[in-house]
């Protein structure tokens, strides 16, 4: 007897289903291209206003030069913060914890930097006495004396506190694969403010 099955044949397809997965594929990326322009308009109408939260709003008195005459190092000031546990900084410069306190004001100043040897990387030379001056934008300084140098763990977060007087903290990485920071604490003897 000869067989009654009907044998099915396909279209040469593997996948039966590929067009239709490629379609919602090329529909979806269609939508984001729409969507895309018009998100990243409305996002960056809302950056600058959460910027301008954070940042000072006397730039006058924002620091834009620190001078470390033992280093002869001039080294352009950019804004630093904390993101979750991330700190922005800079590439080029040192950066200025906008949360810390204004340079000659009271409070502790927060500058910190990579330690390459263009940027803070013989920063450990500073000894105490030394002075260190923060140029503001408007073309004031402020001079500072190293009160302290010394090496901590990356935990010990209390260098980042506020003081009772006008001080400025600058620290970088140190150590075997940079596990420890070098601080320098100064404090302000003197300023053109």
């Known amino acids: ?19 239709h997965i490629l379609s919602l594929i090329l529909i979806i990326l269609g939508a984001a291209l729409i969507v895309y322009p018009v998100a990243n308009k409305a996002l960056a109408t809302i950056t600058p206003t959460i910027k301008q939260q954070v940042i000072s709003t006397n730039t006058s ?19 630093g913060q904390v993101v979750g546990d991330r700190w922005a900084i800079s590439e080029t410069g040192v950066s200025y914890l906008v949360s810390s306190a204004l340079p000659g004001q009271t409070g502790n100043s927060v500058i910190y930097g990579h330690n390459r040897n263009d940027i803070l990387g013989y920063l450990p030379k500073v000894t105490s006495g030394d002075p260190v001056y ?12 190293v009160a302290e140098t010394k090496v901590i763990q990356p ?17 970088t990485c140190t150590g075997f694969l940079d596990t420890a920071r070098f601080v320098v604490v100064a404090k302000k003897v003197a300023s053109s403010i």
Do not use: C, H, W
């Not at 923060?134 to 300084?141: H, I, P, R, S």
């Open 1 to 19: 007897m000869a067989s009654t099955k009907s044998s099915k044949k396909t279209n040469g397809l593997k996948f039966p289903y590929t067009y």
């Open 61 to 79: 008195s924002k620091p834009a030069k620190l001078y470390i005459p033992k280093l002869t190092k001039i080294l352009y000031i950019s804004n």
């Open 134 to 145: 923060v140029v503001l934008a408007n073309g004031d300084y402020v001079k500072y004396e």
């Open 155 to 171: 935990s010990q977060v209390e260098i980042l506190n506020q003081s009772q007087d006008s001080r400025l903290t600058i620290y």
